[in-house]
């Protein structure tokens, strides 16, 4: 049982480029959520998604995108990288009313 | 519109000793409350919940949290801290009705528990 899975674990972008975060569950949740964690800022929502199909802003939304074609699978992408991009990006999954379970985050720089 | 507030960057407390994270939270309808501790360069880990019932909640590790529905907190404890407790925790909400389904942390308190 693999959880919460995200690739890739680390990246090194530069300035205005894009790239796209994958993150996969096989508990077949319907929430699905991205995090982004800076020091001394805990864990910000950037998106979520309440099932297959709708997502929705979370607190800071701006500079990404995010989709949920399949239910076990939320991508988080960034069309144009910027160096406050830069983070530990973690996304969760959980049951209605449950506790959420993370994956191990990707560390992006940009550069 | 929904908040998660810590109190306090940091707590130190002596290996035996009590240990409190405070923790108040603000939203609308019921509230769904969790704490998580989270070990260096490692993704977060689920302590506790309350959904419903009883106010003092326990959990992993003995950890334990009530819920005080008149001053909206809902404040972590372990009666007899250990320094493998040291680490940072999360509190974590989301509630019932406009806002369901947005979980949302606190900032974070970071524990140090010396010998």
């Known amino acids: 049982n693999a959880g919460v899975t995200q690739t890739p674990k680390f990246r090194v972008l530069k300035t205005g480029q894009s790239m796209t975060l994958l993150c996969a569950q096989d508990m077949n949740h319907e929430y699905m959520y991205w995090y982004r964690q800076d020091p001394g800022m805990g864990l910000r929502l950037i998106h979520y998604s309440v099932g297959e199909g709708t997502t929705a802003k979370g607190e800071v939304p701006d500079g990404y995108n995010v989709s949920r074609l399949k239910k076990q699978n939320f991508l988080l992408g960034l069309e144009s990288a910027a160096p406050s991009q830069t983070s530990v990006y973690f996304c969760?999954?959980?049951?209605?009313?449950?506790?959420?379970?993370f994956g191990q985050g990707t560390r992006l720089t940009v550069v | 519109a929904q908040s998660v507030a810590q109190p306090e960057d940091q707590v130190n407390v002596a290996e035996g000793n009590p240990l409190t994270v405070k923790c108040t939270y603000s939203v609308s309808g019921n509230p769904y409350l969790f704490w998580y501790v989270q070990y260096p360069n490692r993704g977060l880990q689920f302590l506790l919940k309350?959904?419903?019932?009883?106010?003092l909640v326990k959990g992993s590790y003995g950890f334990e949290a009530e819920f005080n529905k008149s001053q909206t907190s809902f404040h972590l404890k372990k009666p007899s801290a250990l320094v493998s407790d040291s680490a940072l925790y999360f509190c974590a909400v989301t509630g019932t009705t406009d806002s369901w389904g947005k979980l949302q942390f606190g900032a974070g308190t970071q524990v140090v528990v010396t010998p």
């Open positions: 969760a999954s959980s049951r209605q009313g449950a506790e959420a379970f």
């Open positions: 309350y959904i419903t019932g009883d106010n």
